[in-house]
């Protein structure tokens, strides 16, 4: 039956990673069965490391500047608080999920050690490491966010968790009404950017439509650190 299963799922046509989680939790299906003496097998024997397709190693995908360029000239078209998001995103290289929940009040003012002089920085929960953060960022960023909040300000007031929301269903293509209690999903996201993509023809150099999605600005700003010379430790603290 194992046997037929794995030669099933081969031929299947499904995903070399889904095949690895339904194998995977096959397997774990037949430790639990053991450890409460549901019956026994030896799982090791009937799934082994080479049963597991192998996945290949995927490359950290950037977005090129000439994509860059052309989404940035046509970001008018989108709705204002998505834009907002864009550009934040843009600067900062956060996850997805960190820049959805950025709080409210997220700007934080700090003055320069030795100096009279203000700068700006952004607050945000870091999911991986499970503590807040602050991002360095310019004033025309910290600009975008006061416009935001202003944006915000104007439905909610002050009460307001998010920075950002998700779209209120008496929304249209021409309007953005903020729903106050929903934050923007991945999939909606990545959806404005794409159809944004498809209606302005933004191509890469083979004329192929490029599929966009959030983690690509995440890589962008690390690539382009370094190739503006920002030492790679750096980076990676960043």
Same mark, same amino acid.
Request: aromatic share 12%.
């Given at each position: 039956?194992?046997?037929?299963?794995?030669?099933?799922? $081969?031929?299947?046509?499904?995903?070399?990673?889904? =095949?690895?989680?339904?194998?995977?939790?096959?397997?774990?299906?037949?430790?639990?069965?053991?450890?409460?003496?549901?019956?026994?097998?030896?799982?090791?024997?009937?799934? /082994?490391?080479? !049963?597991?397709?192998? =996945?290949?190693?995927?490359?950290?995908?950037? =977005?090129?500047?000439?994509?860059?360029?052309?989404?940035? &000239?046509?970001?008018?078209?989108?709705?204002?608080?998505?834009? $907002?998001?864009?550009?934040?995103?843009?600067?900062?290289?956060? $996850?997805?999920? @960190? #820049?959805?929940?950025?709080?409210?009040?997220? #700007?934080?003012?700090?003055?320069?050690?030795?100096?009279?002089?203000? +700068?700006?920085?952004?607050? *945000?929960? %870091?999911?991986?490491?499970?503590? %807040?953060?602050?991002?360095?960022?310019? %004033? @025309?960023?910290?600009?975008?966010?006061? +416009?935001?909040? $202003?944006?915000?300000?104007?439905?909610?007031? !002050?009460?307001? &968790?998010?920075? *950002?929301?998700?779209?209120?269903?008496?929304?249209?293509?021409?309007?953005?009404?903020?729903? +106050?209690?929903?934050?923007?999903?991945?999939?909606?996201?990545?959806?404005?950017?794409?159809?944004?993509?498809?209606?302005?023809?933004?191509?890469? &150099?083979?004329?192929?439509?490029? @599929?966009?999605?959030?983690?690509?600005?995440?890589?962008?700003?690390? /690539? &382009?650190?370094?190739?503006?010379?920002?030492?790679?430790?750096?980076?990676? +603290?960043?």
């Amino acid at each position: 039956m194992v046997v037929d299963f794995l030669c099933k799922m $081969r031929s299947s046509g499904i995903k070399e990673t889904s =095949i690895n989680h339904k194998i995977s939790g096959l397997k774990m299906f037949f430790e639990v069965g053991n450890t409460y003496k549901l019956f026994r097998v030896d799982a090791n024997s009937l799934i /082994t490391k080479r !049963d597991y397709p192998r =996945i290949p190693e995927s490359i950290p995908r950037f =977005i090129p500047s000439y994509i860059l360029k052309q989404l940035n &000239e046509h970001l008018d078209w989108l709705p204002e608080p998505v834009a $907002r998001m864009v550009i934040v995103l843009q600067a900062c290289g956060m $996850r997805y999920r @960190e #820049l959805a929940t950025i709080p409210f009040n997220c #700007l934080v003012c700090l003055s320069v050690h030795g100096s009279e002089e203000k +700068k700006w920085s952004i607050r *945000f929960y %870091d999911y991986k490491l499970k503590q %807040d953060r602050m991002l360095p960022i310019s %004033d @025309e960023i910290a600009s975008i966010v006061k +416009k935001q909040q $202003r944006f915000i300000r104007s439905y909610f007031g !002050d009460s307001h &968790e998010y920075l *950002f929301t998700g779209r209120d269903l008496k929304s249209n293509t021409k309007s953005f009404y903020p729903s +106050k209690d929903r934050v923007m999903s991945l999939d909606s996201f990545n959806v404005y950017l794409n159809n944004l993509a498809k209606d302005y023809n933004i191509k890469d &150099e083979n004329g192929k439509l490029w @599929e966009f999605s959030s983690h690509q600005f995440r890589h962008t700003v690390g /690539t &382009e650190a370094i190739q503006n010379g920002v030492p790679f430790h750096i980076v990676m +603290k960043l």
